[in-house]
C-alpha cells in the first residue's frame, strides 16, 4: 500500500508539474489579440509612435512591397513617414486572428487577417492582407518580434 501510495504521489507531482509549465492559453490568446487591437487604433489614429510600440527593440518587419525594416527605431521612421504621407488618411481593420500556435510559454506565430482603404497611391481601392507575426512575451507583456505582410489577390481566402 505504502509503494502504490508512493507512486501515485510522485505521478501526482509530475503532472502538477508539467501543467505549472504550460501556458495560460487563454489568457495569452486575449493578451495577443488585445496587442493585435491596440496595433490596429494605433494605426487608425496615425500614432507611429504607438505603432512602433507594438515591436520589441530589436524586432524586424517586411512590408507588403517587401522592404525590411530592423529594429523598433527603423520601424518607427517608416511609420512616421507614411503616417505623414500616403498613409495619413488610411483605415486599418483586423478580418480575423487565424491561428495562434505556441512554440513555448513566451513564443508564438500568428496569422491575422486584415485590410486597408484609403491609401492615397491607390484611390477608392480596398487591400486585404495576411499578417504572419512572430510574437514574444517580455516582462509581461506581448510584442511583436518579426513579420511580414502578404497582399492577397482577388479570390484569395
Not at 510522485?10 to 493578451?31: E, F, G, H
Not at 520601424?75 to 513617414?81: A, D, L, R, S, T
Not at 486597408?116 to 492582407?129: I, K, M, S, V
Amino acid at each position: 500500500m505504502k509503494k502504490i501510495t508512493s507512486l501515485i504521489l510522485l505521478i501526482w507531482l509530475c503532472c502538477t508539474s508539467a501543467l505549472a509549465r504550460q501556458p495560460d492559453t487563454a489568457s495569452n490568446n486575449a493578451a495577443i489579440r488585445q496587442m493585435i487591437k491596440n496595433y490596429e487604433d494605433a494605426w487608425n489614429s496615425h500614432n507611429p509612435e504607438k505603432l512602433a510600440a507594438s515591436y520589441t527593440s530589436d524586432a524586424t518587419w517586411v512590408n507588403w512591397f517587401g522592404a525590411y525594416y530592423k529594429g523598433r527605431d527603423d520601424i518607427f521612421k517608416h511609420y512616421k513617414q507614411v503616417h505623414n504621407t500616403y498613409f495619413k488618411n488610411t483605415q486599418y481593420y483586423t478580418r480575423a486572428v487565424e491561428d495562434i500556435t505556441y512554440l513555448n510559454q513566451d513564443l508564438a506565430v500568428v496569422h491575422v487577417r486584415t485590410g486597408l482603404a484609403g491609401d492615397e497611391r491607390y484611390p477608392g481601392q480596398t487591400f486585404e492582407f495576411r499578417r504572419m507575426i512572430v510574437v514574444v512575451k517580455r516582462d509581461g507583456e506581448w510584442k511583436i518580434f518579426a513579420g511580414q505582410n502578404a497582399q492577397l489577390e482577388k479570390g484569395i481566402n
